[in-house]
C-alpha cells in the first residue's frame, strides 16, 4: 500500500488517467464532471500532454477519434446530455475499432433534467448510445479508489480489445473526497498499434481508418467479425463483486453510488436475522450473467437511482429462477437504505 492522498472523484480520474499515460483530453464544461476537464486543462500543459476545451460535445468526441486514430492514449468526459451529443462520434469510434475513455458522471435527466446524481443513463450506456450493432465495455465504480483502479484498467482494456470503454460514474462520486492510493493501480499496458495513422515514413503502406462500407455484404462481414470480439469479451470480463448469497432469501444488485446504501441495508436486515445477499455488477457490459446463474434466492432487487433499469438484465441473467424487484429513487434523489430495508421485508412477505 502507498501513500494515500485525499481528492475529489472527478481529480481522482484526472490523475489516474495521467498515471495511465493518457496525454490527450478533449472536453466541454458541464456539472458535475467539469472539475476533471479543469484538472486536466492545469495538468497536461506541465507534463507535454494536450488538453483542448472544444466549441461543442460533438466537436470534443470527433477530436478524440483524431487522437485515438493516431495510436495515443486519449480521454473525454462529459455528464448525460453531453454525452447524448457525443454518441454519434462514440458510434464511429467503435465502427473504427478504436480505443479511448469516455468518462459520464451522470446527472437527472431526461432532457436538461438537474444537476443531482443519477444513474438514468444505463440504457444508454449498456446499450450503445448510438446507432448501429455496436457496444461500449461499461465499467461502474462505487468509490473514489475504484474511479482510479478502473480508469487505469478503461485505457488497458480499451487497447486490448480495441473498444471504446465507458466509466460512469454519478454525480456524488465525481464530488465527493476520499482518500485514494494511486499506487495500486494498474500499470499501463501497451498494445501493439499496427493499424494506426501515425506516419509511414516510407516502410509500409499506408493506414486509413474508415466506418463506410458501401458495399452490404462487405459491411456485414466487418460487423460480424466485430461480434466475434464482442462474444471474447462476454467470456473474459464478467467482473462482480458478491456477498453472503450462499443463504439469501433475498439478493440486492446496485452499482455505483448506490452499492454503498445497499451496504448498509443489508448490515441492518442481517443483524434482523433477515438473510440477504449482494452481487454488485463491476462490468455492466458485458453483464456478470455467471454470477446470476450460481445462486438460487427466492427474489431478486435491483436497487438503481432510476426508474429501473438494470432489472432487465438481471431478468435476462438469472433467467426467470426467481422474481426480480426494484426498489429506488430517480432525478437526483438517493435512496435511503430505510427505503431498502423495507423494501427487503415487503418482498419477503409476498414471496414467503
Not at 492510493?181 to 501515425?198: C, G, H, L, M, Q
Not at 470480463?237 to 454503498?260: C, F, K, M, N, P
Request: hydrophobic share 40%; charged share 25%; aromatic share 8%.
Amino acid at each position: 500500500m502507498g501513500e494515500k492522498v485525499l481528492m475529489k472523484g472527478n481529480e481522482a480520474i484526472g490523475e489516474a488517467a495521467i498515471r495511465s499515460g493518457c496525454r490527450h483530453f478533449f472536453g466541454y464544461p458541464i456539472t458535475p464532471q467539469t472539475e476533471l476537464s479543469a484538472y486536466m486543462a492545469k495538468k497536461m500543459p506541465k507534463i507535454g500532454g494536450v488538453f483542448l476545451q472544444a466549441e461543442s460535445e460533438l466537436a470534443a468526441i470527433n477530436m478524440v477519434y483524431g487522437a485515438a486514430s493516431a495510436g495515443v492514449r486519449t480521454m473525454t468526459s462529459s455528464s448525460s446530455p453531453g454525452i447524448s451529443l457525443k454518441a454519434e462520434g462514440i458510434s464511429y469510434i467503435a465502427a473504427a475499432d478504436l480505443p479511448c475513455v469516455i468518462v459520464n458522471i451522470v446527472r437527472g435527466g431526461p432532457g436538461l433534467g438537474g444537476i443531482q446524481p443519477a444513474q438514468s443513463d444505463y440504457f444508454q450506456a449498456t446499450r450503445g448510445g448510438g446507432h448501429g450493432d455496436y457496444h461500449l465495455i461499461v465499467l461502474a465504480p462505487n468509490s473514489v479508489q475504484e474511479l482510479v483502479y478502473l480508469t487505469a484498467d478503461a485505457f488497458n482494456l480499451s487497447e486490448e480489445y480495441r473498444i471504446p470503454v465507458m466509466l460512469l460514474g454519478d454525480g456524488t462520486l465525481g464530488q465527493m473526497m476520499e482518500p485514494v492510493d494511486f499506487d495500486s493501480i494498474p500499470e499501463p499496458v501497451y498494445a501493439e498499434k499496427p493499424w494506426a495513422t501515425n506516419g509511414t515514413d516510407n516502410k509500409r503502406e499506408k493506414n486509413v481508418i474508415k466506418t463506410l462500407y458501401l458495399d452490404a455484404p462487405e459491411l456485414e462481414a466487418v460487423v460480424m467479425e466485430r461480434e466475434k470480439k464482442y462474444d471474447i469479451v462476454k467470456q473474459e470480463l464478467q467482473r462482480y463483486d458478491a456477498h453472503d448469497t450462499e443463504d439469501a432469501d433475498v439478493i440486492i444488485s446496485s452499482y455505483g453510488i448506490t452499492s454503498r446504501v445497499v451496504e448498509t441495508a443489508v448490515q441492518i436486515l442481517r443483524e434482523e436475522g433477515i438473510k440477504v445477499g449482494v452481487i454488485r455488477p463491476i462490468t455492466l457490459w458485458p453483464f456478470p450473467e455467471k454470477a446470476y446463474k450460481q445462486v438460487h434466492p427466492k427474489a431478486f432487487l435491483s436497487v438503481e437511482m432510476s426508474t429501473g433499469q438494470m432489472i432487465e438484465d438481471i431478468k435476462l441473467a438469472c433467467e426467470c429462477s426467481a422474481p426480480v424487484y426494484f426498489c429506488g429513487r430517480t432525478g437526483g434523489v438517493i435512496p435511503t437504505p430505510d427505503e431498502v430495508v423495507q423494501k427487503v421485508k415487503d418482498i419477503l412477505k409476498e414471496v414467503g
